[in-house]
């Protein structure tokens, strides 16, 4: 498949819903375009963007119970002022697998990036997941952020997770979070003190972590509605 | 008197002369394993365990990952004797001038009347001094330079001997085993607990020297240390290699504080291994202040094996003009309620690269462990790079593992608020470095925080304008 140019000005709005077609998608936006990628259970090993000067981008991915999938998304800011978002969600039973490696790297002055990736594991999945920002020494007042959050809840499920951080010059913030583990305690107390069950407020929990970094889209959406039809 | 907060670049990079190198061969052979091995005396197992490190070396390829390493193994000499003397000397008063003053220039016989349990001084590959207070002796407590140890505990050294580091963890362990000299043997019996702390120092004359140090580190069930290691090198322009290895093993309820402030040339190769297994319900904190080598590779590592064990690392990576300082810290959980912290400080400066590399992995077995890591960068120039690379493998569903990273400039409202209470621009930047690592000074005891302080304050001499 050949890159989507998304011209000056112009917006770009692309939902993918269960595409078997193994295609890659390749972006490239230039100056002050915008561009909102919806992505449920595509088969598309790789997601590349290209961005140039005053740019948004939003990716919205989830891979849900998807079998041994392998995913890649790279952002490249090569020019000034865009902002980035990309949000994944995965769910995985089974033994299936999820590899998943996504990098926004900057080479021009003043953007700024936000990657989130939350994920359950259930029965005997793995994942491997790989977030890496780049951050070359031209690009100047870079602001990035990389925040992991993996719910391990199988008896035999393994995370392999990689959160790298790769810092060429001084005037940038960027930070990084991860964390691995079951689901809090605490949380359950709570919710079951509310007169929930254990059950309930363990779906209410893996909801909130699934659904969490599309708060922001209408619930109406068809991404989110799908998204929220097939995790409940 | 010589004290930590006199320190200054010059007392590092004075050097003595050093003409007894002209004794020994630069390279690495058969022949040379073997001298050192008869030379030392060693028994028929150790020098069988040189030699077939030596062939591990020469199998074993550097790792394809982390900065370049340009050297030359056969520019370095692996083995040389500043004194005539085999073994150490009995007191400070019989050890040869010129050694004798590098070391009361770095302060260490006055921290030991002064504040230590006991002090082990290395000079090029051998130990010069080594000495424990009397009322640590009659406890049972053994501190040795380990070639005297290998003499008077052979059986003790043959139990622990690179059995927590093998020969083929990686090139340079198998280097190490082929050609190591001196370090330190340090064991606790049980419900000992040594109260002062215990020094050894390394230093490196001679230019192209390498120094292979074995340190072993036993602490008995309910037994306490706290074992502090510097070591320093002045700079010739020449490479130098550093690949020491520390082995420690901390039993039952035990608890170890190892602290090592690491201040080699700029033109010392610093590749180090330090593992340490962790028993039941013991603890092992490492702190680390890594200032000097051009670059250094070392990630301390802990083990934890029995159920309860504990282990923090504290460790400061300072990386100037010139620097690569590729530092981190491995914990693997293989037992339930183990908890494991990591806290890292790296500042980077004049086009110095700071790097985080780090390890956590939770085995299937090891239920309910809990580890937090923590790895923050600062950095000071346009030209500095800092990285972070964590590694977390979670193979259990009951253990939660955390990481935060932060990497960015010193905040320039804060050296404004500073400044405009008088404070000068440099005084400022000092002083919000000071407090980004506290964290890892306060770890350390009174004098060795004012070393490690005033060591910050001389990398940032000049920082300004």
């Not at chain 1, 079998?67 to 800011?77: A, D, G, Q």
């Not at chain 1, 809090?184 to 659904?211: N, P, T, V």
């Not at chain 2, 700079?235 to 039952?252: Q, T």
């Not at chain 2, 000068?424 to 000092?430: D, N």
Request: with cysteine.
């Amino acid at each position: 498949m050949n890159p989507v140019i998304v011209p000056q000005n112009e917006k770009l709005n692309l939902i993918i819903l269960d595409d078997q077609k193994d295609n890659k998608i390749q972006i490239q936006a230039e100056d002050d375009s915008g561009i909102k990628l919806f992505i449920l259970n595509s088969s598309a090993p790789s997601i590349t963007a290209r961005l140039k000067n005053n740019v948004e981008l939003e990716i919205n991915f989830a891979s849900l119970y998807q079998k041994n999938s392998k995913h890649e998304i790279k952002v490249t800011c090569l020019g000034n002022n865009s902002k980035t978002i990309i949000n994944t969600v995965f769910l995985t039973k089974t033994n299936e697998q999820q590899d998943l490696k996504i990098s926004n790297i900057f080479e021009g002055q003043n953007n700024t990036g936000s990657i989130t990736i939350n994920g359950i594991l259930e029965d005997q999945t793995r994942c491997s997941l790989e977030g890496r920002v780049v951050i070359k020494n031209t690009a100047i007042k870079t602001e990035s952020n990389l925040h992991e959050k993996i719910l391990l809840l199988g008896e035999k499920s393994v995370c392999n997770a990689k959160p790298i951080l790769q810092i060429d010059t001084d005037d940038v913030k960027a930070n990084h979070s991860a964390s691995t583990g079951r689901i809090s305690q605490e949380d359950l107390f709570y919710m079951r003190s509310r007169g929930l069950s254990e059950q309930e407020a363990e779906k209410l929990i893996k909801q909130g972590l699934l659904l969490a970094p599309f708060s922001h889209l209408d619930k109406n959406h068809k991404f989110f509605r799908q998204l929220e039809t097939r995790i409940l | 008197m010589q004290t930590f907060a006199d320190l200054n670049r010059e007392i590092f990079n004075q050097s003595n002369r050093s003409d007894y190198l002209k004794k020994y061969k630069k390279g690495l052979s058969e022949k040379l394993v073997i001298q050192i091995s008869k030379s030392k005396n060693e028994p028929e197992w150790m020098l069988k365990h040189r030699l077939k490190s030596l062939e591990a070396f020469y199998e074993i390829k550097l790792p394809d990952w982390g900065p370049k390493i340009d050297l030359d193994f056969e520019e370095i000499t692996y083995y040389a004797n500043a004194t005539d003397q085999k073994g150490k000397f009995d007191s400070w008063e019989d050890i040869p001038e010129d050694i004798k003053n590098t070391f009361e220039k770095l302060g260490i016989p006055a921290a030991e009347k002064k504040m230590l349990a006991g002090v082990g001084s290395q000079y090029e590959s051998e130990t010069v001094y080594h000495n424990l207070k009397k009322e640590w002796e009659e406890l049972g407590v053994v501190f040795e330079d380990m070639d005297v140890a290998l003499q008077k505990h052979e059986d003790l050294v043959k139990q622990y001997f690179m059995t927590c580091v093998p020969i083929r963890d990686h090139k340079l362990s198998a280097l190490h085993g082929a050609v190591w000299s001196g370090g330190t043997f340090l064991y606790v019996p049980d419900n000992v607990s040594i109260k002062q702390p215990l020094q050894a120092y390394f230093r490196m004359n001679a230019p192209g020297l390498g120094q292979f140090e074995h340190t072993i580190i036993i602490l008995e069930k309910n037994s306490h240390a706290h074992y502090i290691e510097g070591c320093s090198a002045p700079k010739y322009g020449k490479e130098a290699l550093h690949a020491g290895c520390v082995e420690i093993f901390v039993e039952e309820d035990a608890h170890l504080r190892y602290s090592s402030v690491e201040n080699w040339s700029k033109d010392t190769y610093n590749l180090n291994t330090k593992r340490a297994l962790v028993g039941k319900n013991a603890t092992m904190e490492w702190v680390g202040g890594n200032m000097g080598s051009g670059v250094t590779m070392l990630y301390p590592c802990s083990i934890l094996k029995d159920e309860g064990a504990r282990c923090d690392h504290l460790g400061i990576a300072f990386a100037n003009a010139g620097q690569v300082q590729d530092t981190g810290a491995k914990v693997i959980h293989t037992a339930p309620h183990t908890s494991s912290k990591i806290i890292t400080k790296n500042l980077s400066k004049d086009g110095g690269k700071s790097i985080y590399r780090g390890l956590v992995h939770v085995l299937p077995q090891a239920h309910d462990c809990t580890s937090n890591i923590n790895c923050d960068a600062l950095i000071l120039d346009p030209d500095s790079t800092s990285d972070t690379f964590p590694d977390i493998k979670c193979e259990n569903t009951t253990s939660e593992i955390t990481h935060e990273a932060t990497v960015g400039k010193v905040n320039e409202e804060n050296i404004f608020y500073l400044m405009s209470r008088g404070i000068e621009e440099e005084e400022a930047k000092s002083m919000i470095i000071n407090g980004f690592i506290e964290p890892i000074i306060k770890a350390l005891p009174l004098e060795y925080a004012i070393e490690m302080n005033r060591l910050i304050e001389l990398e940032m001499e000049n920082s300004i304008g």
